[in-house]
């Protein structure tokens, strides 16, 4: 009697511990094409502000071979396939379809390229997920301002047109735009990205400005051109890790305050809301004048930009790897012009600090203040520098957290949870090293055939993909 009422009470723990993943949430994975592809020059392909950037510095590590997943797209489809996905989201290379960036110049072996991945994964009952703009502008449009030029959006506007014309039967889900923050911050401010500029105190706006009408033309275009015939969603990725204030003094909460709008708020005020937060108008507005400037830094939309900029969204995506703790940085001195002194934050680090029930107070927040269709994490996961194995129980109980977190969020809370995409399908080239390892699988960089072989997480993760069940 003693050993039954003990099972019953272990089947009951086991039960409690394990955490049932809705039906209709999406599981699955992701890449971009300049991390896993290579054939940087192959088939007609042009030349990117990464490729640029890279070879210019003379770089060790490049993306020329990465994965080599151009010539072994097929492998990595069948892994998809074998992990028991939902979905798969991988991004278009611009230069691979229109090497200089432009409509005069089409490259078919390129647009082939793709359409043969997205059939593929059609095949396989996988649904391909698409991001038109993952980092890799070609250097031509660079060349011509990039996204400190308005006619970026034309030129952007063109590009999706034509990824529409060829892939929009077969793709339901579309994100214009990768983390734009990292696009005007890393490559426009503090420079450490392609194409490694140094403007934080006004080009990082200037691009912002840029990109939310590019943006917003790639979906307006889907909308009224090809909504009505595929009924597929279209919107931007955020990339935002939720923070905690250090205190409760009134100091670190609106330091929080700022942190969450000069971060989140930046990118999804214009686009679900209408025009910047107000805090972000009216800080860089009076240090700009006080700096000596006529203007504000931050570039001032007009009320038609406001209105053709505000509701392109069919979700909200969101890229997100941890949560941290900030507090409130002095007002800092007038001096030289910076995004860092604009926001006023400091972040405090902290080891101890691992709290990933934060993505569902993101998730929330978001939920509240937003009041998106949907939310769907397209990025989430754990790079490991050194010491990352097959055997990386680490990485597992990362991805767990985190989804438990997020499955909470829907069932408990009600949030409408669309998905999860954990990053990454396989080890790739993180933007200048092949030292960090994101993927659930490995790849063997130093084998001329770039080998795949599955980490402990990816037989987790299939696990959790197959039986939608959480083991926390």
Same mark, same amino acid.
């Given at each position: 009697m003693l050993k039954l009422l003990l099972l019953v009470i272990s089947v009951i723990a086991s039960s409690q511990a394990d955490k049932q993943i809705p039906q209709d949430f999406l599981i699955g994975a992701g890449t971009s094409a300049f991390q896993i592809e290579g054939a940087w020059n192959?088939? #007609?392909? *042009?030349?990117?502000?990464?490729?640029?950037? =890279?070879?210019?510095k003379n770089a060790q590590e490049k993306g020329d071979i990465a994965c080599d997943s151009y010539h072994k797209w097929e492998e990595d489809v069948a892994n998809a396939k074998a992990l028991g996905l939902d979905f798969y989201r991988f991004s278009i290379a611009w230069t691979r379809i229109l090497p200089n960036g432009t409509l005069n110049n089409i490259n078919q072996q390129g647009i082939d390229y793709y359409l043969n991945l997205i059939k593929a994964l059609k095949a396989e009952g996988i649904e391909p997920m698409i991001t038109i703009y993952h980092w890799d502008m070609p250097q031509h449009i660079y060349e011509l301002g990039g996204p400190l030029n308005t006619q970026f959006v034309n030129y952007f506007g063109d590009f999706a047109r034509l990824v529409y014309q060829n892939y929009a039967?077969?793709?339901?889900?579309?994100?214009?735009?990768?983390?734009?923050?990292?696009?005007?911050?890393?490559?426009? #401010?503090? *420079?450490?990205?392609?194409?490694?500029?140094? =403007?934080i105190g006004d080009g990082i706006y200037q691009c912002g400005?840029?990109?939310?009408?590019?943006?917003?033309?790639?979906?307006?275009?889907?909308?009224?051109?090809?909504?009505?015939?595929?009924?597929?969603?279209?919107?931007?990725?955020?990339?935002?890790?939720?923070?905690?204030?250090?205190?409760?003094?009134s100091a670190d909460l609106e330091a929080q305050e700022r942190y969450i709008e000069f971060e989140l708020g930046w990118w999804?005020?214009?686009?679900?809301?209408?025009n910047w937060p107000q805090i972000m108008i009216d800080r860089i507005a009076d240090r700009s004048r006080l700096e000596g400037f006529a203007r504000s830094r931050l570039p001032e939309f007009t009320e038609e930009e406001i209105n053709y900029i505000n509701g392109t969204h069919d979700f909200f995506a969101l890229n997100t790897y941890g949560v941290g703790q900030v507090e409130d940085e002095p007002e800092p001195e007038i001096g030289e012009p910076s995004y860092v002194s604009d926001e006023a934050v400091r972040s405090v680090r902290s080891n101890e600090f691992y709290y990933p029930e934060g993505l569902r107070t993101s998730v929330n927040y978001i939920n509240q203040k937003y009041q998106p269709r949907g939310i769907i994490i397209t990025e989430n996961g754990k790079g490991i520098r050194q010491g990352d194995s097959l055997d990386d129980q680490e990485r597992i109980n990362t991805i767990r957290d985190f989804m438990s977190a997020l499955v909470d969020a829907a069932v408990e809370d009600g949030v409408n949870v669309i998905g999860y995409s954990v990053w990454s399908l396989i080890d790739n080239f993180e933007w200048g090293s092949y030292e960090s390892k994101f993927g659930i699988i490995q790849v063997d960089f130093e084998s001329p055939d770039k080998t795949r072989t599955w980490k402990e997480s990816a037989k987790w993760y299939q696990n959790v993909a197959t039986t939608r069940i959480l083991d926390v």
């Open positions: 192959e088939d #007609g392909k *042009g030349e990117s502000i990464w490729d640029t950037f =890279l070879h210019d039967p077969y793709v339901k889900y579309w994100f214009t735009i990768n983390e734009p923050t990292l696009v005007c911050n890393g490559g426009y #401010g503090s *420079g450490f990205m392609a194409p490694g500029l140094h =403007l400005y840029v990109l939310l009408q590019a943006h917003a033309r790639a979906y307006r275009i889907y909308e009224e051109e090809f909504k009505p015939l595929y009924h597929g969603h279209v919107g931007l990725v955020i990339n935002f890790d939720w923070a905690e204030a250090a205190t409760d003094s999804a005020n214009p686009i679900f809301l209408g």
